[in-house]
């Protein structure tokens, strides 16, 4: 019913930056909030950064001061503007979105298919 679809991945050495976006589609009536997760194999996903429809941002401590996570709402667009990117940073990143698809129901929690992020020593 909703899609997410990311991009902006790839391969980049330290120090490097990357700017993912992830547009929703679908039957869409509100989208509260759209953030970013990254999970490994064999991992749990974990939080990178959210945002909500209001514009207060919540950041996992290893990237404040590096990741910068914006919307356009008229766009259904979510970025992430990934800055001074180490190895660490490596893995899949996956699209989150908070979505009510109806005023009749409550809201559901979308994921994309993930894109990859390789950060090179």
């Known amino acids: 019913q909703v899609q997410l679809v990311e991009s902006g991945g790839g391969l980049v050495q330290a120090g490097g930056s990357l700017r993912l976006s992830c547009v929703a589609s679908g039957n869409i009536f509100n989208i509260f909030t759209m953030g970013w997760y990254h999970q490994a194999p064999g991992k749990q996903r974990e939080l990178v950064a959210t945002?909500?429809?209001?514009?207060?941002?919540n950041y996992a401590d290893s990237v404040k001061g590096r990741f910068t996570i914006s919307r356009d709402n008229a766009k259904n667009t979510v970025y992430l503007q990934m800055n001074s990117l180490k190895p660490e940073d490596t893995d899949v990143y996956y699209c989150?979105?908070?979505?009510?698809?109806?005023?009749?129901?409550?809201?559901?929690?979308?994921w994309g298919q993930g894109t990859q992020v390789t950060v090179s020593s």
């Open positions: 945002i909500t429809i209001g514009g207060t941002t």
């Open positions: 989150y979105a908070t979505v009510k698809t109806s005023p009749y129901r409550p809201p559901t929690d979308y």
